[in-house]
């Protein structure tokens, strides 16, 4: 269960992480019919989901490096 091991939080974030891709989200707007004002504000959002969805990527896999290398309790 990775709920209480970090190793394989760390694996599973690698392998998948639980927020949808950028390239699936950005495929789903794609492929929507939005009128021109909403698709504008989707952009818009979109972009901003991108920047946070690698920040937070790398802060995770940071926050499970460190604690990949301390003993566990027992």
């Known amino acids: 269960m990775y709920h209480y091991d970090a190793k394989t939080a760390l694996e599973e974030l ?5 927020l949808p891709h950028p390239v699936h989200l950005r495929d789903m ?3 929507a019919r939005l009128p021109a004002e909403l698709a504008v ?3 818009r959002d979109f972009q901003q989901y991108i920047a946070r969805y690698g920040e ?3 802060l995770a896999a ?9 003993e566990r309790k027992t």
């Open 14 to 18: 690698q392998e998948d992480a639980l």
């Open 62 to 70: 940071a926050i499970l490096d460190r604690l990949c290398t301390v």
């Open 29 to 31: 707007i794609l492929r």
């Open 41 to 43: 504000e989707l952009n």
């Open 56 to 58: 937070i990527q790398t």
